[in-house]
DNA sequence: AATAAAAACTAATAATCGTTAGTTTTGTGC
DNA sequence: GCACAAAACTAACGATTATTAGTTTTTATT
């Protein structure tokens, strides 16, 4: 009867795509049924595999599609010649931004992934091992050049990443802060722990 | 068969909470079924309500137990006479110190409350934004007393928590970094960026 | 208007879910 | 060793799961 009403730019499993991202975050990828992403689609169960293969499937691509853009970010970053304090708020700021421009699938890449089914969740454990291995080589070499204090770096890694994630709570919960003003604070707050301040530079010296 | 045999100050309630928490963790409240937890426990899944009421309520008691210890906590802070940098610095020593020592029941409580009934679950959310209230009243009261930074306390609270909640990942691959080494970088990494600096505080003066 | 393809539908599959009922085994106190 | 309670078991319930098969409806093309 209802028939999916593809938006502009968008295949009809971009549709059920997004529907799906937004109950999978909200109940958790093993709590939604196929049964609960059509009756948000507005269709049968069933109709569902005229545009996708399965269920896990869906989970596939998004985990993927945004593991991809942070691999490659990094490894734009990683080639440019900024100092590793310039790197690191690159970073910082790009996590922020996919945060608030792709909010769901970023937290369902991010909550979910272990659900997904080999080979696929191998990979993706290993592509998330290397991006972390990866950020915490800049912190280090940030480290070994004086810019940053000399911490553990897979700790500063595993802080930075997480902290960021963060903003999935205030997302949901708090929308008179404004993306701007969320975006500086936490720069602050995370590449300020990080740096040699200027005192500590002094008696260094 | 099998029997339960339950460890020296334990009843064996506790021993399938302890193995359902384990379960819960790694693959979700909702993709582990009562026959995993019973295989883990070492009986057959009917056996179970033997010893507990249904499946909820293992993760109802988990929830709440460890909402409850934080609440407690942060209610002492709140009673103490020591400076606004202090008591935030207790609070995450205690986030940290609770991660490390129950781990697996923390996460849940961290990432699973979702699965909770009502009206258990609306009690939790309550609970958990008092909390994130009374934190972010802390950190409001340490910039008027020119202690902390001014950024937005809310994201303040959610970055320091969220960044708390990250060691996860580290409890999970990275053996090689010992507890006190963790606890040390993390509070320095997070109080060094929310305090105002030495050539902060020589500028506003 | 006829035809072909795309996409919806209904019906049904086997598997698994949490849980209950009823029974048998195990452990405990006399 | 007898009785009682605790805790295990087997069998089965109804509900729900992802998915397949087969059919009908809708849309697009000529």
């Known amino acids: 009867m209802a028939k999916i009403?593809?938006?502009?730019?968008?295949?009809?499993?971009?549709?059920?795509?997004?529907?799906?991202?937004?109950?999978?975050?909200?109940?958790?990828?093993?709590?939604?049924s196929m049964r609960d992403i059509a009756e948000a689609v507005g269709i049968?169960?069933?109709?569902?595999?005229?545009?996708?293969?399965?269920?896990?499937e869906i989970l596939q691509e998004i985990c993927f599609r945004i593991a991809n853009l942070f691999t490659s970010h990094?490894?734009?970053?990683?080639?440019?010649?900024?100092?590793?304090?310039?790197?690191?708020?690159?970073?910082?700021?790009?996590?922020?931004?996919?945060?608030?421009?792709d909010f769901e699938n970023v937290y369902i890449s991010d909550h979910e992934w272990k659900h997904l089914a080999e080979p696929y969740l191998?990979?993706?454990k290993n592509q998330r091992r290397s991006y972390r291995s990866r950020l915490s080589?800049?912190?280090?070499?940030?480290?070994?050049?004086?810019?940053?204090?000399?911490i553990d770096p897979y700790v500063t890694v595993l802080t930075l990443l997480s902290a960021i994630g963060g903003i999935e709570g205030w997302h949901r919960s708090n929308k008179t802060v404004d993306a701007?003003?969320?975006?500086?604070?936490?720069v602050t707050l995370l590449l300020e722990g990080l740096k040699i301040s200027l005192t500590e530079k002094k008696q260094k010296n």
């Open 180 to 186: 701007r003003v969320l975006e500086e604070n936490m």
């Open 5 to 32: 009403i593809p938006v502009k730019n968008g295949t009809k499993k971009d549709v059920i795509s997004k529907k799906a991202s937004r109950l999978f975050r909200e109940k958790g990828f093993a709590a939604t």
């Open 44 to 56: 049968e169960a069933p109709s569902l595999y005229n545009h996708i293969g399965s269920k896990k």
């Open 122 to 124: 191998s990979n993706f």
């Open 137 to 150: 080589e800049i912190i280090r070499q940030g480290m070994i050049s004086k810019e940053f204090k000399k």
């Open 74 to 101: 990094i490894t734009s970053v990683e080639q440019s010649t900024d100092r590793y304090a310039v790197k690191i708020e690159l970073i910082i700021r790009f996590h922020i931004f996919m945060m608030l421009t």
